[in-house]
């Protein structure tokens, strides 16, 4: 779970699961609860929360399809379709079952719907090295969010790789 500051208070992220619980912490106790969230599905997403030890804090929920794994992945990716004019190293901040978020240096000609092929390898044991075919999705700054075009194929060194911890 990541944790941060919002209103003064702790915050946490929660990653709901698909039948509708997440799981908290409290940041003073260290006491453990899953929680029933579906009715905050399209209402609201940070809760505040109190432990029974009177301990107050925030609670963001993560509502994604799925767990997205935060990574500091070095790698490089290599523009496929129109323009095909672009290559160069990116970092992959993050990556999920159905995509990947990265970040590059400088400026960049990536526009969104063009696809791409990224090529980087996983911190794991086996140091998994990965070749994923992407269409661009959003772009905020330097930062490229990416999806899987063959999202069926994940592979089983990735799929063991994004479990939450």
């Known amino acids: ?35 029933a969230v579906g009715r905050f599905r399209d209402v609201k997403h940070t809760l505040k929360t109190r432990c029974r030890c009177g301990c107050h804090f925030m609670v963001a929920l993560d509502f994604r399809k799925h767990y997205r794994k935060p990574t500091k ?11 095909t004019n672009g290559e160069g190293k990116m970092q992959v901040r993050n990556i999920s079952r159905s995509g990947v978020g990265f970040s590059v240096s400088g400026v960049h000609n990536i526009t969104v719907g063009q696809q791409a092929v990224l090529n980087f390898t996983l911190d ?42």
């Open 1 to 35: 779970m990541l944790t941060g500051q919002r209103y003064g208070m702790d915050v946490q992220k929660a990653f709901v699961k698909t039948n509708d619980t997440a799981s908290i912490r409290c940041p003073k106790c260290d006491l453990g609860k899953n929680i």
């Open 73 to 83: 992945l070095p790698g490089f990716y290599t523009l496929t379709s129109p323009p």
């Open 124 to 165: 794991n044991k086996k140091q998994t090295k990965l070749v994923k075919k992407v269409v661009i999705r959003a772009i905020r700054d330097n930062f490229i969010g990416c999806e899987f075009l063959d999202q069926t194929q994940i592979g089983k060194d990735l799929g063991f790789y994004l479990q939450p911890c």
